[in-house]
């Protein structure tokens, strides 16, 4: 079991920054690939980036490559999610998650956290 709690969101103007962070308990976390995803009203989830257990590899959609990094800190139990340059079509709710493997595919994932609203306004 792993439980996962968000925090980090809120409301920037466009081409300001925000960093999320995921605090992560339960069994052999540092085991685990980390993932963000993130969904818009009226609009389905959508992957943001992931990260392996040992850091490597990173993947990101295209739409944030360039922008977002995502990272971890095992010994503190932490993935962050630094995003930059942001852009109205950034707001969501973000959503870290965690899994056995590293992958692009919300299915693959078995813990979920709440939730973070980040809002960019234009």
């Known amino acids: 079991q792993v439980q996962l709690v968000e925090s980090g969101g809120g409301l920037v103007q466009t081409g300001e920054f925000l960093r999320l962070s995921c605090a992560a308990s339960g069994r052999t976390f540092r085991r685990y690939a980390m993932g963000w995803f993130r969904q818009a009203p009226g609009k389905e989830r959508e992957f943001a980036a992931a990260i392996s257990w040992s850091s490597i590899p990173t993947y990101y959609t295209d739409s944030v490559k360039g922008r977002f990094t995502i990272s971890r800190d095992n010994a503190k139990n932490t993935v962050d999610l630094q995003m930059n340059s942001l852009k109205p079509e950034d707001t969501a709710v973000y959503y870290c998650?965690?899994?056995?493997?590293?992958?692009?595919?919300?299915?693959?994932?078995?813990?979920w956290g709440q939730g973070t609203q980040v809002t960019v306004s234009s």
């Open positions: 998650a965690a899994g056995s493997g590293i992958s692009r595919f919300g299915r693959d994932f078995d813990y």
